[in-house]
T-cell receptor
Framework: NAGVTQTPKFRVLKTGQSMTLLCAQD?????MYWYRQDPGMGLRLIHY???????AKGEVPDGYNVSRLKKQNFLLGLESAAPSQTSVYFC??????????FGPGTRLTVT | DQQVKQNSPSLSVQEGRISILNCDYT??????FLWYKKYPAEGPTFLIS?????DKNEDGRFTVFLNKSAKHLSLHIVPSQPGDSAVYFC???????????FGAGTRLTVKP
């Protein structure tokens, strides 16, 4: 069992570029989440999904889009990256919407 | 607005002693609380949780205490071990909804 994996681990973007972060889980969990972690602020929820084909906004959704076409994958897209989106991004999944299992994170820098 | 606060950014304790990490929250509708542990370059891992119907939950060396009237919870680690050195996040949710709120974390260092 790989658990939750994230691709890529690191990425540097120029302002205005786009990219997609991939999250995959092999635990057959219904719930999946994308968070960002910034210094001194803890984790903040960007978007989440309660099942295949569903997505919803979290606390800080602006500038991001998501898709969950398959139960095991949850994609996070940045259409036009901004320096304010420099952060560490964590994906998580959960069987019950309580305990969450996190991936190792993606460190994104936007210059 | 930060609804979950961990006011101590860091804590240092001696191996074998007790570590007490604190967390305060402002939303009285929160009814489920969790602690996560995070090592560098890894994602957070779930440690222990407590429902608002309880005031204590124990799992081995880890105990979480909940004081609803004070909107305060704490994590006790006894005895502390060097391998416990990590950042600890407190989290809270309301009715199992999807918007779990996290504190900023406390970095625990356990010295041999």
């Amino acid at each position: 069992n790989a658990g939750v994996t994230q691709t890529p681990k690191f990425r540097v973007l120029k302002t205005g570029q786009s990219m997609t972060l991939l999250c995959a889980q092999d635990m057959n969990h219904e719930y999946m989440y994308w968070y960002r972690q910034d210094p001194g602020m803890g984790l903040r929820l960007i978007h989440y999904s309660v099942g295949e084909g569903t997505t919803a906004k979290g606390e800080v959704p602006d500038g991001y889009n998501v898709s969950r076409l398959k139960k095991q994958n949850f994609l996070l897209g940045l259409e036009s990256a901004a320096p304010s989106q420099t952060s560490v991004y964590f994906c998580a999944s959960s069987p019950n919407n309580y305990e969450q299992y996190f991936g190792p994170g993606t460190r994104l820098t936007v210059t | 607005d930060q609804q979950v606060k961990q006011n101590s950014p860091s804590l240092s304790v001696q191996e074998g002693r007790i570590s007490i990490l604190n967390c305060d929250y402002t939303n009285s509708m929160f009814d489920y609380f969790l602690w996560y542990k995070k090592y560098p370059a890894e994602g957070p891992t779930f440690l222990i949780s407590i429902s608002s119907i309880k005031d204590k939950n124990e799992d081995g060396r880890f105990t979480v205490f909940l004081n609803k009237s004070a909107k305060h919870l704490s994590l006790h680690i006894v005895p502390s071990q060097p391998g416990d050195s990590a950042v600890y996040f407190c989290a809270a949710s309301e009715g199992g909804n999807n918007d779990m709120r996290f504190g900023a974390g406390t970095r625990l260092t356990v010295k041999p």
